[in-house]
């Protein structure tokens, strides 16, 4: 049974890679297959997650420039990593110790949950799925075409937008910057998670606070307060 819903936030986004899931291998993978077909050296995990963020043309871009190599590749390379990405998109993607008991308690408080990703929309709702985690959200948003990217407000707006919530009444959750620029043009406060990708130390973000692991968010509740005028 529900419990009575709490007076603040009453929704909550979240960011997917380097925040809800640890996805590296399986991006690092595709990357390394198309790259690999153009005669270009494999990247490292590690590498990778220095280069997620912004979506797949600009992962492919920070790619090539890493290599020396030409950007006039960026489209076909970024085709050919959506393929190969299509095709094993989960095979090594987990999620983060304690996201499932998380989503489940913040849905048994009654709060509403969103998604906001920078992630192709099809392969954001497609890995919820495969993750079973799908279940959690009453509003995902993936890249797609005609709504910009993090950190431009306009997903996060977009998810608050089909929750039914108001910015002054919302949270955002994530691990890089485009979050943070995000939320804060939405008028929404950040919490980051100190595992995520970005190359970045996660203290200089600028995010409102700052959690070691996801069972940490609840209490992060309590020092945070809705924007102002949001």
Known sequence: MKREPPD???AV???L????VDSATDIANALNWAAGKR???PFSVDEVKAMIGGGVPKLVERALIAKGASLTDILPLAADFVQSYKENLTTHTT???GARELLERLKDEGRLLGLCSNKLHDLTVETLRQLDIAKYFSAVTGERFGL???PDPAPLLCVLNDLGAAPSGAVMIGDSAADVG???AAGVPCVLVGFGYTPVHVEKLGGDAVIANLAGLAASFAGLR???GA
Do not use: H, M, Q
């Open 8 to 10: 603040w936030p009453r």
């Open 13 to 15: 986004v979240f960011d």
């Open 17 to 20: 890679d380097g925040t809800l």
């Open 39 to 41: 005669g270009l050296s």
């Open 95 to 97: 999620l983060y110790d």
């Open 148 to 150: 910009p990217r993090k």
């Open 182 to 184: 995000c939320a804060k």
């Open 226 to 228: 809705p924007v102002s």
